[in-house]
């Protein structure tokens, strides 16, 4: 069905398609429930790749974050670096119900694929596996990058860092104002294909 949307898409005439708005913005998870946001970062020019993530309760506010620096990767290694990351430190906390949310869309049609096999990445999904097997409440969400800016700016401080783990009990300063955002339920607009377009 996807292919067919998508080979759908591409021979439509251009002049055809038409563009949609959508509002998007960071939701707070329900009463009981913290939220676990991660992302990885790469730059094409250096080859270098970063992760980060943050915690949050159902008020958005700040639990717990971290930055790591990956080193030469790609995105795909870099996102299951944050993922792992993310995890492990919702464990280090003892937390019982966690939802997770990246923009990776690959990465979470991998980890929905029991066949998937990569030498490289393997350790790291096994890695996931266990961790989340930890959890009494466990969920996994694709979320667009829009309502993951705070994830996104801690993986672009972990590809720049020079350690390679760091772990923040209160947020960066100039993470604030974004967090205050998602807080307050701003939204960001995405421009998408109207109707057939998988945005």
């Known amino acids: 069905m996807q292919a067919t949307k998508f080979f759908l898409c591409i021979n439509s005439p ?6 949609t708005i959508k509002q998007i913005r960071w939701e ?3 009463l009981g429930w913290l939220k676990l946001n991660t992302d990885g970062s790469f730059d094409d020019l250096s080859g270098v790749a970063g992760g980060g993530g943050l915690i949050r309760d159902e008020q958005g506010n700040w639990l ?5 620096k990956v080193g030469r990767a790609n995105s795909f290694v870099a ?6 990351d993310g995890l492990m430190l919702c464990n280090q906390l003892n937390l019982s ?7 990776a869309k690959s990465l979470v049609d991998a980890l929905n694929n029991p066949d998937f096999n990569n030498s490289v990445i393997s350790p790291l999904f096994e890695d996931r596996k266990q961790l989340a097997s930890q959890f009494p ?3 996994i969400k694709h979320i667009y990058r829009e309502a ?3 994830a996104d700016w801690l993986a672009n401080v972990g590809r720049l860092q020079r350690l390679d783990f760091v ?6 300063v100039d993470l604030v104002p974004f967090i205050m955002a998602d807080g307050q339920g701003l939204y960001s607009e995405r421009h998408c294909l109207d109707s057939l377009a998988l945005c």
């Open 14 to 19: 251009k002049g055809n398609r038409r563009m």
């Open 28 to 30: 707070k998870p329900d």
């Open 64 to 68: 717990a974050g971290y930055t790591r």
């Open 79 to 84: 996102e299951a670096w944050a993922l792992r």
């Open 97 to 103: 119900s966690v939802i997770v949310e990246f923009d």
């Open 137 to 139: 409440r466990f969920v």
């Open 148 to 150: 993951n800016s705070c």
């Open 167 to 172: 772990s923040y009990t209160t947020p960066p």
